[in-house]
């Protein structure tokens, strides 16, 4: 009896490794359904511009659809928020900007923690830059700052905590060192017109498709570029630091992230294909028109990469008193 007992542990045993075995070669590969980009903008911006352009390219990479889900508010945080709590399992990824690693010290409090989220490719960054209306009476930085000391600099931006935002202050409080009037408006075009119209006669903005046309055909001015060089694009507007403050830098990058426990393997692929995508002539023609800069990086470099923006962008904000 105790031999044939063991005899059929023994089979039942052998039975579950088999279908076990069988199970986990029966799993489809990742991707095996629709993949998700929840971006932390509005339709229309400037993260919600490239997550297209890249999910359209990488759905054909992956023979999957790549959806794009425009989940706005809190600077970020509420499309942060979603993908902090969503499942581990590479079906649904953040799209946002700079705008999470400036977060990290504007906010005391906020409704996720980045360690839920890992960064999985930053491939896509522009300058900010520092705008006027050839009707506001200055036409270079020196005479805005001029303006700025009497009491007369009114300086719009797409929005409190937006890259454009806190380099400005930045800029202004502790390089400068002149008073502005801070006016944030919902977006960049909101800015763009409310400079057009002289609702505010300074403005700072990502130097991208939004940007570039109103100062290369004269509507706007460019006072300065926050960049290491002059933007092709943009060859008669001047970097801070040929205007005599150099090592001012500030740069709006667009970047992917899933939630932290994703799979090593599905990070990885996501990081290669994503950099294969901006290599593709056509995209990288687009971005080139567009005046914006793209990166391969893998997934260590990217890491690294991200943890470096949040000490950076730290130091403006504290250094501006601006944490809130």
């Not at 993260?47 to 508010?73: C, F, H, M, P, Y």
């Not at 946002?96 to 491939?123: C, H, M, R, W």
């Not at 454009?164 to 390089?175: Q, T, W």
């Not at 290669?272 to 995508?277: H, K, L, Q, S």
């Amino acid at each position: 009896m105790g031999g044939s007992y063991r005899g059929w542990v023994g089979v039942i045993a052998l039975q579950f490794l088999i279908f076990s075995f069988s199970t986990a070669f029966a799993q489809d590969p990742w991707p095996a359904k629709r993949v998700s980009f929840v971006v932390a903008f509005s339709a229309g911006g400037y993260a919600d511009t490239i997550s297209r352009v890249i999910a359209k390219e990488l759905g054909d990479r992956l023979k999957q659809t790549v959806i794009v889900q425009n989940v706005g508010g809190a600077g970020g945080n509420t499309a942060a928020r979603q993908i902090s709590i969503s499942a581990p399992d590479g079906y649904t990824f953040l799209v946002t900007t700079t705008g999470i690693a400036i977060n990290e010290a504007l906010y005391k409090t906020k409704p996720f923690d980045s360690s839920q989220l890992v960064p999985v490719a930053i491939p896509i960054s522009a300058p900010e830059a520092l705008t006027s209306s050839p009707n506001t009476g200055f036409k270079n930085l020196a005479e805005m700052i001029a303006a700025a000391k009497e009491g007369r600099a009114y300086l719009g931006t797409p929005g409190v905590g937006t890259a454009s935002h806190i380099s400005a202050e930045y800029f202004f409080k502790n390089l400068a060192k002149v008073p502005v009037k801070h006016i944030p408006f919902p977006g960049g075009a909101e800015s763009l017109q409310a400079l057009r119209v002289g609702d505010i006669n300074v403005r700072a903005a990502t130097v991208t498709a939004i940007t570039i046309p109103s100062i290369a055909n004269g509507e706007i001015v460019g006072l300065a570029l926050a960049a290491e060089q002059r933007d092709p694009a943009l060859p008669n507007v001047p970097t801070f630091a040929e205007l005599g403050y150099p090592g001012f830098l500030a740069t709006n990058w667009v970047g992917i992230f899933a939630r932290t426990g994703t799979p090593d393997a599905i990070l990885n692929r996501m990081n290669t294909e994503i950099n294969a995508v901006m290599r593709e002539p056509e995209v990288k023609k687009r971005m080139d028109a567009l005046s914006l800069a793209i990166a391969s990086r893998d997934l260590a470099e990217t890491n690294a990469y991200f943890k470096a923006e949040i000490g950076r962008w730290a130091a403006m904000v504290e250094a501006s008193g601006l944490s809130r």
